[in-house]
């Protein structure tokens, strides 16, 4: 039988009980992917040298599968900046793309925390798995690259919701936005080593104590996001309301976090 609205719990015990399978499957999934896309890089000793399709490729995968397992329940942001951008395009609101946002740290820093514990402290050393821009690179230079790769990734996911409000759900988006962070690392990996995710820089940044930089991995990707949410919004997205479809990479779940 449908609820009606007396059914309906209401106030922050009944916003938790609302999204609390959202906020899990967020954790969860940063979780996965800091542990398995951080370890593409680390060296171990007796191992062929780490090269750039090592982290492209199991970064590009393990979001492919991320939003196969975890997308019909949170959308699998797995990153605060598109979250960010989800918010900018009045997919969520603040309130819980914050909570999105601490799921996400939280998740990434377990995740790190799993990959510590499974790999030998030779092969962590005291940096392994942080992003730092390359040397020569400035910290401005390296920030607008994490904003254009950043930017890049935004545009797609709002395309993707878009093309979702419009069409329906499309089965191939996890294999499409797998790719286009695979193609986004080759592209920026050299340079700043094609972070894209402020979660995903602040776990390996806490577990090793450097935060040289570290602004770079916040203000680039939370800045080109942004710009190209509001951009699309403004320039590429009729004027119509969107459709009740959270932001999501690959399902669609409830929009509004009212109860």
């Not at 680390?42 to 393990?62: I, Q, R």
């Not at 499974?118 to 798995?129: F, K």
Request: with cysteine.
């Amino acid at each position: 039988m449908p609820s009606t609205d007396e059914d309906t719990p209401r106030g922050f015990s009944g916003w938790v009980r609302r999204w609390w399978r959202a906020l899990v499957s967020e954790l969860l999934a940063t979780a996965f992917l800091v542990w398995l896309g951080v370890s593409s890089v680390v060296p171990y000793k007796g191992k062929e040298a780490v090269v750039l399709s090592h982290p492209a490729f199991a970064f590009g995968f393990v979001v492919l599968g991320n939003a196969m397992a975890f997308g019909p329940t949170s959308g699998a942001h797995m990153n605060p900046a598109v979250t960010l951008a989800a918010a900018l395009q009045g997919r969520m609101s603040p309130a819980l793309a914050a909570a999105y946002t601490v799921a996400q740290v939280l998740g990434a820093c377990a995740g790190f925390g799993a990959l510590a514990a499974v790999t030998p402290a030779s092969a962590l050393g005291t940096d392994e798995g942080c992003t730092l821009p390359a040397r020569d690179v400035s910290a401005l230079a390296a920030a607008a690259v994490e904003a254009a790769l950043t930017a890049v990734l935004a545009f797609a996911c709002c395309g993707v919701w878009k093309a979702h409000d419009e069409s329906g759900p499309d089965p191939m988006v996890p294999v499409k936005l797998g790719l286009v962070v695979a193609g986004l690392v080759f592209a920026g990996g050299h340079a700043t080593g094609a972070s894209l995710n402020p979660a995903r820089s602040f776990a390996p940044a806490l577990y090793h104590g450097i935060w040289q930089y570290h602004w770079v991995y916040w203000v680039g990707p939370l800045g080109g996001a942004g710009l190209a949410a509001v951009l699309h919004r403004a320039l590429l997205s009729p004027r119509a309301a969107p459709s009740r479809a959270a932001p999501s990479c690959a399902e669609e779940v409830p929009l509004e976090d009212k109860p």
